[in-house]
């Protein structure tokens, strides 16, 4: 089992960047591949960015493409994800995921463990 914490949330304007990390403990972040996903108020999980646990393949929702890169360092059992050029419709608390499966997977429902989430606030 393993135990996910995310952080690097926060109050942004539109036009920024922030970088979100979820760390990994109990079993090497190796083991799984990955995702990012998020959820504003009244809304379902969405799928943001994912990538295989060696980070040779990535895959990125449309909304986000060109702005946002996920990355992982497994040697710090630490995933991240860079936000840049923030809109106000990034708005939501972000999850990181960490699955089991084989593959780059962006339905919620695969993945084994979650962490806690952030909060992304961006005002325009």
């Known amino acids: 089992q393993v135990q996910l914490v995310e952080s690097g949330g926060g109050l942004v304007q539109a036009g920024v960047s922030l970088r979100l990390s979820c760390a990994a403990s109990?079993?090497?972040?190796?083991?799984?591949?990955m995702g990012w996903f998020r959820q504003a108020p009244g809304k379902g999980r969405e799928f943001v960015a994912a990538i295989n646990r060696s980070g040779a393949n990535t895959d990125y929702a449309d909304s986000v493409k060109g702005r946002f890169t996920i990355s992982r360092d497994n040697a710090k059992n630490t995933v991240y994800l860079q936000m840049n050029n923030l809109k106000p419709e990034d708005t939501a608390v972000y999850y990181c995921g960490a699955d089991r499966g084989v593959g780059v997977i962006r339905t919620s429902q695969r993945y084994d463990y979650w962490g806690q989430g952030t909060q992304v606030t961006v005002s325009s």
């Open positions: 109990g079993r090497t972040l190796n083991s799984y591949n």
